[in-house]
């Protein structure tokens, strides 16, 4: 053997001997440890095949891949130790008999689990780290996020409970623990308290309120003891926006739980309580903590959907509050409604439901008037309210009679929810319906709509949508004080329009029988000239322009000129295209359609109604233009006395006499 050998030899037992006598770290331990664990649970499930040794190809690309990747906790060194810690009880327990290295831990597998780890833990990493900017008192949603949220959460299949808290607790600044458990019996609907229109009389009736009433201990503590003892109000108004309406999706949402509701009873019961007065208004979400846990994912996903930065997730009622304070409403009446620690004054003696913090959350600023014209809509002849009601909630029939029965409910809430709650609520449905049914079509809400209400809802509502852009883009006037104003403006342009559409009825008339005439007699006479006295003498002598030159031109060129007049007509693009031969009935349609545009009620009411008058009078100025033409070229022969003399010298050639010559000279 050689000396190099040798010397090899002796390295080899000595880093032998070195490595079994050199203890393993702790950190080498636990992470063994944890290997056989995993190995043998995997082996359990069936996972993993059975063996005597645990380290082996198999086993680690599984551990690794599925175990180690994942460990989003744990830091990349740390991670990369797992390496030698494996690699160590290999070589000194299960593979220390085989000659060299007889298993290597490290291969692509492994490397790129390692790199999958590094890559989660640094991505968790990121989102963990504090945001200096987060939370802060600015942070506030906007009327424009909240119309989104509110639009998306439509389409969700907790869109009942998830509307209905975000808007209360948005509107009346009710907590959303407070909102969850708010019952029907403490609805009421107040109709004294909402604003009024502007210059209103005090017999003008007041914008309709939602009032909600709350318990004693819901509201907040405050420090005056006589305010405690008080039964307290929240509630809105109805939005500009039906679908910001705090109002209409409760409305909707009634209208769709209550439709084949059998709990609810207006009999009082052998405890003393009604049923219906236990009845709550959410139905998914609970009270407890699973309550709140299912209102905060529905929240966060509605945010994180519509790009919303709100840090207090189901906390809407301080964002009702940043937006009316932002709006300039003034504290007092913010505490009135939110019922914060407030002096004595306000606590006891200011109103409960302030009419200018309720028209602002309405979505009408200060200088505004409250005015919202779907309210306006009057129902039509085919139903009444009585049977709005029954159609909206059927069983409030069954309500009524159990109500005014010797047992039934004769409290002051069950007469307002079923004397004046529902009909109001079904008021609603049936006017805010029609944004419903053409921007959810496919909604619940919207198909149980059309398939409850008459047929004729469904073109009802396209009117009526109509009618309401309309008053709203007068904001409160009335379309004929639209129609005076603008034609207080443009009064004599549109007079001198149809004054020139009168003239041109008349003459296109003229014109149109003439032509026709002359082509009844030269299809008769094969283009003879003996008519030529009776067809002067039928000229029209009304145009003095005309009259006199035209009655010394040959029908064959007056007949032919008038064709190309006629032609020229029918072929310009601005003019109605119509036949040679055209009876005097289309020509009078022709105008009065020109007329009722002039005269056209919505035409005035759209921004663009002077460009289509001008287009209108563009179309009878060419009309003008063409007769003139006619007429020019009539009189391209020369003078009238000369054409009278050429016209009678060629008849006393033809007749071969002299006695129209003499009569032209005279």
Same mark, same amino acid.
């Given at each position: +053997? /050689?000396?190099?050998?040798?010397?090899?030899?002796?390295?080899?037992?000595?880093?032998?001997?070195?490595?079994?006598?050199?203890?393993?770290?702790? /950190?080498?331990?636990?992470?063994?440890?944890?290997?056989?664990?995993?190995?043998?649970?995997?082996?359990?499930?069936?996972? #993993?095949?059975?063996?005597?040794?645990?380290?082996?190809?198999?086993?680690?690309?599984?551990?690794? /891949?599925?175990?180690?990747?994942?460990?989003?906790?744990?830091?990349?060194?740390?991670?990369?130790? !797992?390496?030698?810690?494996?690699?160590?009880?290999?070589?000194?327990?299960?593979?220390?008999?085989?000659?060299?290295?007889?298993?290597?831990?490290?291969?692509?597998?492994?490397?790129?689990?390692?790199?999958?780890?590094?890559?989660?833990?640094?991505?968790?990493? @990121?989102?963990?780290?504090?945001?200096?900017?987060?939370?802060?008192?600015?942070? %506030?949603? &906007?009327?424009?996020?909240?119309?989104?949220?509110?639009?998306?959460?439509?389409?969700?299949?907790?869109?009942?409970?998830?509307?209905?808290?975000?808007?209360?607790?948005?509107?009346?600044?009710?907590?959303?623990?407070? %909102?969850? &458990?708010?019952?029907?019996?403490?609805?009421?609907?107040?109709?004294?308290?909402?604003?009024?229109?502007?210059?209103?009389?005090?017999?003008?009736?007041?914008?309709?309120?939602?009032?909600?009433?709350?318990?004693?201990?819901?509201?907040?503590?405050?420090?005056?003891?006589?305010?405690?003892?008080? &039964?307290?109000?929240?509630?809105? !108004?109805?939005?500009?926006?039906?679908?910001?309406?705090? @109002?209409?999706?409760?409305?909707?949402?009634?209208?769709?739980?209550?439709?084949?509701?059998?709990? +609810?009873?207006?009999?009082?019961?052998?405890?003393?309580?009604?049923?219906?007065?236990?009845?709550?208004?959410?139905?998914?979400?609970?009270?407890?903590?699973?309550?709140?846990?299912?209102?905060? =994912?529905?929240?966060?996903?509605?945010?994180?959907?519509?790009?919303?930065?709100?840090?207090?997730?189901?906390?809407?009622?301080?964002?009702?509050?940043?937006?009316?304070?932002?709006?300039?409403?003034?504290?007092?009446?913010?505490?009135?409604?939110?019922?914060?620690?407030?002096?004595?004054?306000?606590?006891?003696?200011?109103?409960?439901?302030?009419?200018?913090?309720?028209?602002?959350?309405?979505?009408?600023? $200060?200088?505004?008037?409250?005015?919202?014209?779907?309210?306006?809509?009057?129902?039509?002849?085919?139903?009444?309210?009585?049977?709005?009601?029954? #159609?909206?909630?059927?069983? *409030?029939?069954?309500?009524?009679?159990?109500?005014?029965?010797?047992?039934?409910?004769?409290?002051?809430?069950?007469?307002?929810? #079923?004397?004046?709650?529902?009909?109001?609520?079904?008021?609603?449905?049936? =006017?805010?319906? @029609?944004?419903?049914?053409?921007?959810?079509?496919?909604?619940?809400?919207?198909?149980?709509?059309?398939?409850?209400?008459?047929?004729?809802?469904?073109?009802?509502?396209?009117?009526?949508?109509?009618?309401?852009?309309?008053?709203?883009?007068?904001?409160?006037?009335?379309?004929?004080? &639209?129609?005076?104003?603008?034609?207080? =403006?443009?009064?004599?342009?549109?007079?001198?329009?149809?004054? $020139? %559409?009168?003239?041109?009825?008349?003459?296109?008339?003229?014109?149109?029988?003439?032509?026709?005439?002359?082509?009844?007699?030269?299809?008769?006479?094969?283009?003879?000239?003996?008519?030529?006295?009776?067809?002067?003498?039928?000229?029209?002598? $009304?145009?003095?322009?005309?009259?006199?030159?035209?009655?010394?031109?040959?029908?064959?060129?007056?007949?032919?000129?008038?064709?190309?007049?006629?032609?020229?007509?029918?072929?310009?693009?601005?003019?109605?295209?119509?036949?040679?031969?055209?009876?005097?009935?289309?020509?009078?349609?022709?105008?009065?359609?020109?007329?009722?545009?002039?005269?056209?009620?919505?035409?005035?009411?759209?921004?663009?109604?002077?460009?289509? !008058?001008?287009?209108?009078? *563009?179309?009878?100025?060419? #009309?003008?233009?063409?007769?003139?033409?006619?007429?020019?070229?009539?009189? =391209?022969?020369?003078?009238?006395?000369?054409?009278?003399?050429?016209?009678?010298?060629?008849?006393?050639?033809?007749?071969?006499?002299?006695?129209?010559?003499?009569?032209?000279?005279?």
């Amino acid at each position: +053997m /050689s000396a190099q050998a040798l010397i090899q030899e002796a390295l080899t037992r000595n880093n032998a001997v070195v490595r079994a006598f050199k203890k393993p770290d702790q /950190s080498y331990i636990r992470e063994w440890n944890k290997y056989k664990t995993y190995v043998t649970e995997r082996r359990a499930l069936g996972e #993993l095949s059975e063996g005597d040794k645990f380290l082996t190809r198999e086993n680690v690309d599984l551990y690794f /891949s599925r175990h180690v990747a994942r460990l989003i906790s744990l830091n990349p060194e740390s991670a990369r130790r !797992i390496v030698p810690s494996l690699q160590y009880f290999a070589d000194m327990e299960e593979h220390q008999n085989v000659a060299g290295r007889g298993f290597v831990v490290e291969n692509p597998v492994v490397k790129q689990a390692l790199e999958c780890q590094r890559a989660e833990w640094i991505a968790n990493e @990121i989102s963990t780290l504090t945001d200096p900017h987060a939370d802060l008192p600015t942070n %506030v949603i &906007t009327p424009e996020e909240h119309k989104k949220a509110i639009l998306y959460a439509i389409g969700l299949p907790e869109w009942k409970d998830l509307t209905y808290s975000w808007l209360t607790c948005r509107v009346s600044f009710l907590r959303n623990c407070n %909102v969850k &458990t708010m019952v029907i019996s403490r609805m009421r609907l107040e109709k004294d308290v909402g604003p009024k229109p502007r210059n209103a009389s005090r017999t003008t009736p007041c914008a309709p309120c939602l009032a909600y009433i709350l318990r004693r201990n819901e509201v907040v503590k405050d420090s005056n003891s006589r305010a405690k003892k008080r &039964t307290r109000l929240v509630g809105g !108004i109805r939005h500009a926006d039906p679908f910001q309406c705090m @109002i209409g999706l409760v409305a909707m949402n009634l209208f769709h739980t209550l439709q084949t509701d059998t709990s +609810m009873s207006f009999f009082v019961q052998r405890e003393g309580t009604p049923t219906w007065q236990n009845k709550r208004i959410m139905q998914k979400w609970g009270t407890g903590k699973a309550g709140y846990e299912a209102a905060r =994912q529905s929240y966060t996903k509605v945010t994180r959907a519509c790009g919303i930065n709100w840090c207090k997730v189901t906390h809407l009622r301080k964002a009702g509050m940043d937006e009316a304070s932002k709006g300039g409403v003034e504290e007092r009446a913010i505490s009135s409604m939110s019922k914060h620690a407030s002096g004595e004054k306000v606590s006891c003696y200011v109103t409960e439901l302030n009419a200018k913090l309720l028209k602002y959350m309405a979505g009408f600023s $200060d200088n505004e008037e409250y005015f919202l014209p779907r309210s306006e809509l009057i129902l039509p002849d085919w139903i009444t309210k009585e049977q709005l009601t029954d #159609l909206c909630f059927p069983a *409030s029939i069954r309500w009524r009679r159990e109500q005014q029965s010797a047992l039934g409910d004769a409290s002051e809430a069950a007469r307002n929810f #079923l004397y004046e709650l529902l009909p109001f609520l079904s008021t609603v449905i049936f =006017q805010d319906g @029609i944004y419903w049914i053409k921007k959810f079509p496919e909604h619940e809400v919207s198909r149980l709509l059309l398939n409850k209400m008459p047929p004729a809802y469904e073109r009802w509502a396209e009117s009526a949508r109509v009618e309401v852009k309309l008053k709203q883009d007068t904001r409160g006037g009335t379309m004929v004080d &639209t129609f005076n104003e603008a034609a207080q =403006q443009t009064f004599s342009h549109v007079l001198n329009a149809i004054k $020139d %559409v009168l003239v041109l009825h008349e003459q296109v008339a003229r014109e149109v029988s003439e032509i026709r005439a002359a082509q009844v007699n030269n299809n008769n006479n094969g283009g003879d000239n003996n008519n030529y006295d009776n067809e002067a003498n039928n000229d029209d002598d $009304d145009d003095p322009n005309t009259a006199n030159n035209n009655n010394n031109v040959p029908p064959q060129n007056r007949a032919r000129a008038r064709i190309s007049v006629n032609d020229a007509l029918r072929n310009t693009p601005l003019a109605p295209a119509f036949p040679a031969q055209l009876p005097n009935s289309c020509i009078e349609l022709l105008l009065q359609h020109e007329l009722f545009r002039l005269n056209d009620f919505s035409l005035v009411a759209k921004k663009d109604w002077p460009s289509n !008058i001008r287009l209108s009078y *563009s179309r009878r100025m060419y #009309l003008f233009r063409m007769i003139e033409e006619k007429a020019a070229r009539s009189r =391209q022969g020369g003078t009238a006395a000369e054409k009278r003399e050429a016209a009678a010298k060629e008849l006393d050639l033809l007749k071969g006499e002299k006695s129209m010559y003499q009569f032209s000279n005279n």
